[in-house]
């Protein structure tokens, strides 16, 4: 079944229920304040007649009961075009007037009750025609009251029965009734139109959003659905918006990464190409004795520098590779981070110079860090040389500081500098902020700031960059004590 009609099935039934709910209950109310309409009226004519018809008088000391029987039959010819009944008695079996005509069953528990002084009303009673049961002439329901009347000494001395016809009142319950029936009908109509337009305009913006999945289906994140912000429908609509939006940048994200990957196999083909070409033109040489005995010393030597270019770019992936995958476990420790800066400038020191840079480093004598040794080194190797890479004539400083349980490298250059929009990618893999440097003697791979900010990571530290094109750039690092 289509949503549409399983609303239209659910809102209908929603309707025809709280419909039903509210038709039997006013069913019930007209009955119940009809009873008590004809009851309110008996009781006036019973109180009528007791005061406009009766007498207690005093005969020889006793009270007795006295009727004015003129007005008793006016009140009957009166009553009687109202088919309204009553019947004067002075015990359960002892009618007093009239002889004849409508008479009511009385119980004992019912004549005890009026003996303390209650007005019974009764919904139904059998009762008849004629003067005795043998002579049945019209029997039919009557619904009546029972009034007791006392004398001066709180004796009952009569009871005044005053019924109507019960099949008066059903007609007027049944008049109510059909109007209601006829109330009741159009309100299902109306429900049902009701129904289909909830129903058309709940499955309308679920249409809506259908349209913009398949959109999305069919790769066209730019699609938005319209969100008003009233309830789940357009909280499930805001949802599908960030969804989108979190496509089409999850979207572009690949892209890149994939161009990156290109560009990064062929920066590593071409380097490899490189040493590969050149060391399998200097074993040819040898070989065949076409290089002097001079210069066989300068091959040998050109040819392991190309081989550890080769291993660099193979080992830096394999670093990658693994601290990514978290193959790698550190070995954490403490030990005097300025011995390992001092050490760093040693090993750099030459190849900066190539550059015309200096190292410097400033800090403590002693500052003691808490991380992998080895991994430490790789870190600040990796970020000094990669600001040797970047950086001519100029200057790079390495210092050193104790923070708040923690301690705190920086290293500086007064470089090339960079963008806004390249700090947002220098941590992404394969990535050059200047693609012309591809070629460096020092086998730059794209794969050095992103193997550091996996160690970071893993040593649950920090790493932050600041950098103005030519100015300069600086690399924070933060190491967390041990705890």
């Known amino acids: 079944m289509k949503l549409i009609y399983q609303q239209m099935l659910a809102f209908f039934i929603l309707i025809m229920t709280l419909l039903l709910i509210l038709g039997f209950s006013f069913f019930h109310i007209t009955r119940e304040v009809i009873y008590e309409n004809t009851w309110q009226q008996l009781e006036g004519y019973a109180y009528s007649l007791k005061n406009q018809s009766m007498m207690i ?25 109202q088919q309204v009944h009553f019947t004067i008695y002075t015990s359960r079996n002892n009618t007093l007037y009239p002889k004849t005509g409508y008479k009511s069953v009385i119980s004992a528990k019912d004549w005890k009750k009026l003996k303390k002084g209650e007005i019974l009303r009764r919904k139904s009673d059998l009762g008849w025609r004629g003067s005795n049961k043998q002579n049945v002439q019209n029997q039919q329901r009557m619904t009546d009251i029972l009034a007791p009347c006392f004398d001066s000494s709180g ?5 005044i029965s005053v019924g109507a016809k019960v099949s008066s009142i059903q007609e007027s319950f049944t008049r109510i009734q059909k109007n209601l029936l006829y109330v009741l009908l159009v309100s299902a109509l109306l429900g049902i139109l009701i129904s289909y337009f ?9 249409g809506k959003l259908r349209k913009a999945t398949r959109a999305v289906a069919n790769g066209n994140f730019d699609v938005r659905v319209i969100d008003n912000k009233r309830d789940e429908l357009d909280d499930l609509a805001k949802d599908f918006n960030k969804m989108t939006v ?16 290109r560009q990064f196999m062929a920066d590593a083909a071409h380097e490899m190409r490189t040493p590969l070409t050149t060391i399998n033109g200097l074993l040819e040489g040898l070989v065949y004795d076409a290089i002097p005995e001079e210069d066989k010393d300068n091959s040998i030597k050109l040819m392991r520098n190309e081989t550890k270019r080769l291993i660099r770019l ?16 550190l070995r954490q420790s403490i030990f005097n981070g300025m011995d390992v800066l001092k050490n760093v400038q040693e090993q750099l020191r030459k190849k ?58 920086r290293i500086s250059d007064d470089g090339i500098g960079m963008s806004k929009e390249q700090l947002k990618n220098i941590w992404e893999r394969y990535y050059k902020a200047d693609p012309s440097r591809k070629n460096t003697k020092y086998g730059e791979s794209g794969l050095g700031l992103s193997i550091v900010q996996q160690l970071m990571e893993m040593h649950k530290g920090k790493v932050e960059v600041t950098s103005k094109i030519g100015i300069g750039t600086t690399f924070t690092l933060i190491f967390p004590d041990k705890r």
């Open 57 to 81: 008088q005093n005969q020889d000391g006793k009270q007795v009961l006295t009727l004015n029987v003129d007005k008793l039959r006016t009140s009957e010819v009166l009553l009687s075009n």
């Open 155 to 159: 004796k009952l001395v009569a009871v």
């Open 198 to 206: 909830l129903a058309h305009y709940t499955t309308k913006r679920i």
């Open 246 to 261: 979190s496509l089409k940048k999850s979207k572009e994200e690949i892209r890149l990464q994939e161009q990156r990957r």
């Open 314 to 329: 193979v080992n830096d992936n394999l670093d990658y590779e693994k601290i990514r995958s978290g193959q790698i476990d």
């Open 352 to 409: 900066a110079g190539n550059s015309g840079d200096t190292i410097e480093v400033t800090g403590p004598a002693k500052l003691e860090v808490y991380a992998d040794y080895d991994r430490f080194v790789q870190i600040v190797f990796n970020i000094t040389q990669n600001a040797i890479q970047f950086t001519e004539d100029g200057t790079i400083t390495i210092s050193a500081e104790r923070g708040h349980r923690c301690s705190i490298f």
